[in-house]
């Protein structure tokens, strides 16, 4: 759709005609504060636009049909107009936007984010203030190192505390393991340090422990950290997904009886697919007897620290040695927007590098907090200033409010399925999530399922009815439900499940053969 632009005059923001460009003119400084000014104002319209006319959270398009127009856009001729550059985003990308506060969105951890997290989006990038250290940064230093400090409260992790931000879950349980492996290997006899000589001999026996159905992203960070894959134990989980204490001591003493040498085990408070919460004061403890560096991935779970009525279920977490929080994922703020913290600040060190003209020891040890000396990140946004307006505008509270509310949603829906002969529903949810799949009387067949669940899954998201995601559990494809939308009622979620067995019931009396092929758009896991 093209939309109507004689509103606000265009903006030139490349002088017509007259090259060499004039940067006045072009650069953002108060002297084009105007332009700027105008220039939000049509963002802000476009925007507006743009939610005013979706009906639906996907526009259903495939890759194949929006690639042409972006092979189309020569990007060495520019458009010279704001407004043309608008209605050529509209095209490519505004049209086609998935929009996460849509009630049926389903798919993924994205939340509906708060509007003080989106206004203070709108300062830290005009300001584009770089927090990487002191002298780039002033306040917005001293205002990450207060929000670490007050999640660092909140966890319980006490005074010695502290952390920084990152860019998500996947760079904290990185940044956590990296830390955990060198802290372990400063204590190899003879080996003076990875940081300057790499790993000790012995780097084939480290091993790291995580539950079967943590994330990914343990596995990634063991390769980045030249352990490989294969460093990573999966431990079994019980009927509720959480970790097996009883298997963990099995493999602990198997580690044992075969020389490994375990340094970090990753507790998931919340994992991705289940939403199921280790048990982290027995891990704790375990941890604790053995020596083992206990690291937190509250990428999801993280936001019941927030919640006065289901706090209880992080009981333990306050005894980690890091724990890694996603505020983009259950604290409502915009991607990205997450923290890694650690119990002993000392810690810290091992990411820790000084440059002679960035962040010299000297200035550091005078006490200049530069937020580099630990970070994996050099130059980095002010991602915590939206976190900040959120909670000295609404508060933590209401953040707590809203993950409950779609805890209490998520358990109602549970209850609709149950309820529901033709659907199949895995296990009563933990957090936030479900999986099901649909499975009417009379299809027993498991590759008849599958393709059943795959093509509704398709038809929902090709005609723009609802983004539902689909995993894998013992080898059978589920559906799955991620509620994270406290203002997604019932009622929405109800009609959606009406969709799903009116299609499942569609293509069960059609021949599946018949059907065409899955379409590559739609990946299979989060
Ligand atoms: C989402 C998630 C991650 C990864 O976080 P990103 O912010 O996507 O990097 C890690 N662990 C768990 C349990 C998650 O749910």
Same mark, same amino acid.
């Given at each position: 759709m093209r939309y109507d632009t004689q509103a606000t005059p265009a903006i030139p923001l490349r002088p017509l005609g007259?090259?060499?460009? #004039?940067p006045s003119r072009a650069l953002f400084s108060e002297a084009t504060l105007s332009a700027y000014h105008q220039g939000m104002q049509r963002c802000v319209d476009q925007v507006r636009r743009t939610l005013d006319h979706h *009906?639906?959270?996907?526009?259903?398009?495939a890759p194949d049909e929006l690639q042409p127009l972006i092979d189309a856009?020569?990007?060495?001729?520019?458009?010279?107009?704001l407004d043309a550059g608008l209605d050529e985003l509209q095209r490519l990308y505004l049209d086609h936007a998935v929009h996460f506060?849509?009630?049926?969105?389903?798919?993924?951890?994205?939340c509906p984010i708060t509007l003080p997290s989106v206004l203070a989006e709108a300062i830290a990038t005009p300001l584009? +203030?770089?927090?990487?250290?002191w002298d780039q940064s002033a306040g917005a230093t001293l205002i990450e190192q207060k929000l670490i400090d007050w999640v660092g409260a909140r966890i319980g992790l006490g005074d010695a505390a502290d952390g920084v931000f990152t860019s998500g879950g996947t760079q904290s349980n990185l940044m956590a393991l990296m830390i955990a492996r060198d802290h372990a290997c400063a204590?190899?006899? #003879?080996?003076?340090?990875?940081?300057? @000589?790499?790993?000790?001999?012995?780097? *084939?026996e480290l091993r790291i422990l995580a539950s079967?159905?943590? @994330?990914f992203s343990v596995q990634k960070a063991a390769a980045l950290m030249g352990?490989?894959?294969?460093?990573v134990i999966p431990v079994p989980t019980d009927a509720e997904r959480r970790m097996d204490v009883e298997a963990l001591g099995a493999i602990l003493a198997e580690c044992e009886r075969d020389g490994l040498k375990p340094f970090a085990l990753v507790a998931t408070?919340?994992? +991705?697919?289940?939403g199921s919460i280790d048990p982290l004061s027995a891990l704790a403890s375990i941890c604790q007897s053995r020596g083992l560096w206990l690291h937190v991935?509250?990428?999801?779970?993280?936001?019941?620290?927030?919640?006065? *009525?289901?706090?209880?279920?992080?009981?333990?977490?306050?005894?980690?040695d890091s724990v890694g929080v996603d505020f983009h994922k259950t604290f409502f703020q915009p991607v990205s927007c997450s923290a890694c913290l650690v119990?002993?600040?000392?810690?810290l060190q091992y990411v820790t590098h000084y440059a002679d003209?960035?962040?010299p020891r000297d200035q550091a040890e005078t006490g +200049?907090?530069?937020l580099v000396n630990k970070s994996?990140?050099? +130059?980095?946004?002010?991602?915590?200033l939206k976190l900040w307006m959120t909670l000295r505008i609404q508060g933590a509270e209401a953040l707590g409010h809203y993950l409950e509310t779609v805890i209490g949603l998520t358990r109602e829906t549970y209850r609709m399925l149950s309820a529901r002969e033709a659907f199949d529903v895995l296990?009563?949810?933990?957090l936030s999530t479900l999986l099901f799949r649909y499975a009417p009387a009379g299809i027993e067949e498991e590759a008849r399922i599958e393709a059943l669940n795959r093509k509704i899954r398709q038809i929902l998201s090709r005609r723009g009815e609802a983004v539902v995601a689909a995993t894998r559990v013992d080898g059978r494809l589920y559906l799955k439900f991620t509620l994270l939308n406290p203002l997604t009622r019932a009622e929405d979620l109800a009609r959606l499940l009406d969709r799903i067995a009116e299609h499942g019931d569609a293509l069960a009396a059609?021949?599946?053969?018949a059907l065409p092929p899955a379409h590559p758009s739609v990946p299979e896991s989060p």
């Open positions: 007259s090259p060499p460009q #004039d *009906r639906r959270p996907t526009s259903g398009v856009i020569d990007l060495d001729s520019p458009l010279e107009t506060h849509d009630p049926h969105y389903v798919a993924h951890l994205n584009n +203030t770089a927090v990487e250290t204590a190899v006899a #003879d080996h003076p340090g990875n940081r300057h @000589h790499g790993l000790p001999d012995n780097f *084939r079967d159905v943590s @994330h352990l490989g894959y294969d460093a408070a919340g994992t +991705t697919d289940f991935d509250a990428a999801y779970g993280g936001g019941l620290l927030l919640s006065r *009525r289901y706090r209880h279920w992080l009981a333990g977490i306050e005894q980690a119990r002993e600040r000392d810690h003209y960035l962040n +200049t907090p530069d994996l990140q050099t +130059t980095r946004r002010f991602d915590a296990m009563p949810p933990a059609e021949s599946l053969t």
